[in-house]
Every structure is written in structure tokens, then in C-alpha cells.
DNA sequence: CGCAAGTGAGACATCTTTGTCTCACTTTGG
DNA sequence: CCAAAGTGAGACAAAGATGTCTCACTTGCG
């Protein structure tokens, strides 16, 4: 039975290129399946055996980013502890995941009529919990709603992981950042 | 002498059509300049009877955003009163160009190696000094650097414009939640 | 060794977009 | 009324990306 060992060496194989290809787009979102090819280092006839098209490719990136997503509200715990702490452990899980994140999400707004993947409602649905939680909880102001709040994060994200990748901050600071500006805002404490 | 008056009438159309391409633009990035064309309400040819070409329309675009930018931040009076305010002032000034900032900030990541257009490096020096200026003054926090502070405020202004555009927030709230959320953050002010 | 599977290189047709051009029609101004 | 300018519709080739296919080569395993 050479089958088993062939559809799992298949299925690692298809991860390294998955993840290589998540690399690239991430800095050059409309790189050709030519340089997707080149850059995971195999050829672009190999490339097509393992997703049938640019679409299949672009839907696998997503299943990926999705599980990442899922993975990181899952290790961040959000319905332990004060609802700030839980958004911390959140985007340190997030962090290796926020150039994906933000291919899928610019990605995701060319995609205006059509029905956005399930996944991702499920994922905001968690989000919008987990601040809902701490406006119930007087952790929050409840002036911004949830889904703004969710929204922002993804914006944050977006903006962290360019201005990271373009030099212009600092990536050991990209957690502290977000999470910084997100919760406490700009404005000094005491001010 | 019908010089005049012919680059007037241009001139006015030229601006009709590249206000319409952004407003198309701004919801369909990948649009081609057939659609673009046609959300005119004038043929292909005429369109490129204004614009060279999709690079020049882009241009254009990105020229218009520029200047839009420009006008809001002359508009705000950063230099005048608390930090904070002047940021009030900028974001509701930049609302109506929203739509734009978010296509031209997501269109110049994949500029990723040419130099970027010389405007924004000014734009981006205006918004600096405005945040320099709320640390000097101790109104803002010092631990989250101006560049950091003005890159979540383009972040908040893209995921304020798409929240608004897919009708996932109110458009009327805008400007309070990304100037709230920018400046006083989501935890209460007094957790 | 010899075979089967996987791969790389490349040819090829196709599709989409783009840029250019022509031609007929409409509008405008003298 | 007439001529000039602008426009719309469409044809056309060129360029780029994609999807499909073939063929030779390597690799691994019996």
C-alpha cells in the first residue's frame, strides 16, 4: 500500500508550497503562479498538480489563514481572565500569522458580492464575543461597538504587518503596538 | 481663441470622470478600464482620450488623494490648539476621502520596491509632527512611536472605510469610532 | 536492473486586458 | 449651413497569465 505514504509525503509537500506561496503574496499579492512557482522552488507544472488554479491556490491560503486564525483564538483562551489580557494573548498568537492575514483580508475586499467563506464568520463571531465580553464586563467602553472593535483589530493587523514589513517599525515591538493602541488608545492616561 | 475654453471643459471632465473611477475603484480595485469606462458614463476610447493608460489613471488617482490629503491637513490646522483635537479635525476633514485613502494605501503595497510617490513622504511628515507634537506636550503616551501612531491611523481609516462600504458600521460614526478608538483606545477610561 | 511515479522544461491554445486605430455620428461655433 | 472637434462603437494586434499537454529526466523501490 504505497498509497498511504504517497498522499501523506503529498499532503507535507503541499504545506511547504502553501506556506511558501503565503510568503510571496504576502509582500506581492499579484505575483503570477510563475513566481509562486519559482519562489517554492519547483516548477509551474508541479505547482498546478497541487492546486488546480490561482483560484484553488488563493482558497487554499485562506483554509490555511482560517485555521491559523481558529488556532490562535483557540491557544489565546478568550473566555479566561480580564478581556484585555485575553486580546493580548490574542494578537501574540496572531503575530506570525499577520502578512497572511493581510493579503487574505485586502484579498477578501475584491470579493464584494459574493459570499465570504464561512469561516470567517465564524472567526468574527468569536471576536465580537470576546469584546462583547469585556464591554459586559465594564473592561470596555461600550460607546465602540463590537464589530468596530473586531474590525479595527483587523485593521491594526493589517497596518502593523505592512509597516513592519516595509522597515518602518520595529517587528519585536508589533504585539505591544497593536495591543497598546487598540486598548488604551494614543491619548496618556492621565491626560 | 477656443484653446481656452477646450482645456476648461477638459479640465471638468477630466475631474468628472477620475472622481467616478475613484468612487468605482474604491469598491473594486481590480476593476478594468472598460468598467471604469462605462461607470463614466463614456466609451473606452474617451477614457483614454483623458488617461494614457491604467498606470496614468492610477496616477491620477493617486495625485487626487494626494491633493485630497493635502487640502484635509491644511483644513485640520494641526499647529493649533491640543493634539488631540487636530486629530478630530484631520480625520473628519479626511472622511470623504476615505474610499480613495484605502485604495491608494492598499494599491502602494505593491509598489513594495519602486520609490513611492513624493507626496505621501510629506503627507506622512505632517502627520508625524502632528503626533510629535501631542508627546511633547505630554498629551500623548511616548511609548508608541509618531510613524507607528500616523500607519493605525491609515489602518483605522481603511477598516473605517470597508466596514462603512459592506454596511457593517454606520457611515454617520465614522469619525467617532476611528478617532476614539486612535486616541482613547477601547479599555474604559477608568479600568 | 527495470519499472513506475514524480518532476522540470517547454510548447501550445485560450482568455483577458490593454493600447491603438478607424469610421460614422453628434455637437458646437462661426 | 458648414466645418471642426469630440464622441461612441467596434475592429485589431500585442502582451500577459492561465490551463493543458507532451516529453525527457531523475528518483526510489522491488
New binding site residues.
Partial sequence: M?HLR?SCL?AL?RDQVLRSAAALLTRKS?A???EVAKAA??????L??HF?????LVRALETLGIAECEAALDTARLDDGPAGEAVHRLVRALEPSGGLLAFLYTENQLFEGEEQNQGWARIDERLVGLFRRGQESGEFRIDLTPVWLAEALYGLLVSGAWAVSDGRVAGKDFTYMIVELLLGGARRAGA
Avoid: E
Fill in positions: 504505497s504517497y503529498m509537500d499579484t503570477t503562479m510563475d522552488g519547483i516548477s509551474r507544472a508541479t498546478h498538480r488546480a488554479g490561482r483560484d484553488a
